[in-house]
């Protein structure tokens, strides 16, 4: 019995570095065939060993990766103490090894990068593009079909009947086209459509529907020439969320405005309150910048006025997504040697101010804490402009380890009761 619930426990932690229901696929020699070599998507693969202490530091960093990934690049980590011919088949010699399916999936690309979800994303996104693009330059194959004229079986045939199902309830991103059969822009788009559909597969779904007999839902579109190109993002539920193509008509334009999409499809940075010193270096240390918020204390700011604050730096967040900075807040006070580290304190709050670990400098806000003073603030900071200052001690500060704000409004300590029975007045009147 104690050897069969050690083996239980064994070969539950074999597997459990990532939940079976993440966006971090489980691949076994059962299904990594079927999923990464056969398939059109583009995949970053771990092999990895459950003992592996590198492994376990990579998890969350490589979890927030194919969190960020999802619906872009397939992420996918592989057990390869429990499947050696796996790891052998690709020459893992060490963990934890990555490695990138693109183009070539019988020679998966070597990850070089650090070990941050940055990076991991970045890596994933260019071997996407130049997949498509290494695809339009006729060079390579996509899904078995010639890249250089596509196939329209990749084009998918939409209608009013199906057309709310496939577009409006997938969470899959779309392009669609609504043409009339006997236009001639439309006809010279069709090789160039088709061609782009090839090269996405797997990435951006495009549709084409016939205006002409599914007249209704193109008026529905308020389509008014041929062709129309309408963008629908990932997860569309509303009709109101369609965007107009703006793009050129060659496939390779096609490609490319789609894969911009893609790109920002990425989730928004969540705005964390800083609580342990591993959550600061998760979000400033391997962070090209850190954001650091120091918003009032609970007393002075209520629920209602930090959750706007949140708010609006989660705004700003989305509109800065791409230089995946980390975002933190501190309530004043709660993380003393922060605020000293980079002189926040001596211009009340709210306060802002933003880490480059690596340079060991900070540049504080001194504008409006508003959304236009910051987003003015972190434009200049992007573009290299702004006063810098040494980080104060020459060393990131050190963060204690508190409790999480329960979103609760703050509440001042209850009164003590005084006992005052037995004071004598008439006593103490004698004495003054």
């Not at 309830?169 to 069709?190: M, R, T, Y």
Request: net charge negative; glycine share 10%; proline share 5%.
């Amino acid at each position: 019995m104690i050897r069969l619930l050690f083996g239980a426990l064994f070969a539950t932690t074999a597997w459990a570095l990532y939940p079976p229901r993440g966006n971090v696929i489980d691949l076994t020699p059962s299904n990594f065939q079927s999923q990464v070599i056969n398939g059109d998507e583009v995949w970053v693969v771990e092999f990895y060993a459950p003992w592996c202490g590198h492994c376990k530091n990579l998890v969350p960093e490589f979890t927030k990766a194919a969190n960020a990934l999802k619906g872009i690049v397939k992420v996918g980590a592989v057990n390869a103490d429990d499947h050696k011919e796996l790891g052998g088949q690709y020459g893992v010699r060490g963990f934890p090894t990555i490695k990138i399916f693109g183009g070539n999936k019988n020679k998966p690309e070597d990850y070089q990068g650090a070990r941050t979800a940055e990076a991991i994303v970045n890596a994933a996104l260019s071997a996407a593009k130049a997949k498509a693009k290494d695809a339009l330059g006729g060079g390579g194959q996509s899904g078995g079909k010639s890249s250089s004229s596509g196939s329209s079986d990749d084009v998918v045939e939409l209608t009013e009947s199906n057309f709310d199902k496939l577009v409006l309830q997938s969470d899959d991103i779309w392009l669609v086209e609504f043409f009339a059969p006997w236009c001639g822009h439309c006809k010279n788009l069709a090789p160039e459509w088709a061609k782009a559909a090839t090269e996405l597969k797997g990435k951006v779904k495009l549709g084409a529907l016939d205006a002409t007999v599914h007249s209704e839902k193109a008026r529905e579109y308020n389509v008014q020439g041929y062709p129309t190109i309408k963008y629908f993002p990932a997860g569309v539920k509303s009709r109101s969320a369609a965007e107009e193509y703006d793009g050129g008509r060659t496939a390779n334009d096609i490609v490319n405005w789609a894969m911009d999409k893609l790109t920002e499809s990425i989730p928004a940075p969540e705005v964390v309150q800083v609580t342990t010193p591993e959550l600061f270096k998760e979000q400033c240390e391997q962070k090209p910048l850190c954001v650091v918020a120091v918003l009032p204390h609970i007393l002075d700011c209520q629920s209602q006025c930090r959750n706007d604050y949140i708010k609006m730096l989660t705004g700003l967040g989305e509109k800065f997504k791409k230089k995946m900075w980390g975002w933190i807040w501190a309530e004043a006070g709660s993380q003393q040697e922060l605020e000293d580290a980079v002189d926040i304190g001596g211009f009340g709050y709210p306060a802002m101010a933003v880490i480059n670990a690596k340079k060991m400098k900070y540049s504080i806000l001194r504008g409006s804490f508003s959304a236009d003073g910051i987003y003015e603030f972190l434009r200049d900071l992007s573009y290299g402009k702004g006063n810098t200052a040494p980080v104060k001690g020459s060393k990131m500060p050190n963060i204690l380890k508190i409790e999480a704000w329960d979103g609760k409004d703050g509440e001042l300590p209850p009164e003590e009761d005084i006992d005052l029975s037995d004071v004598d007045l008439d006593d103490s009147k004698d004495e003054l």
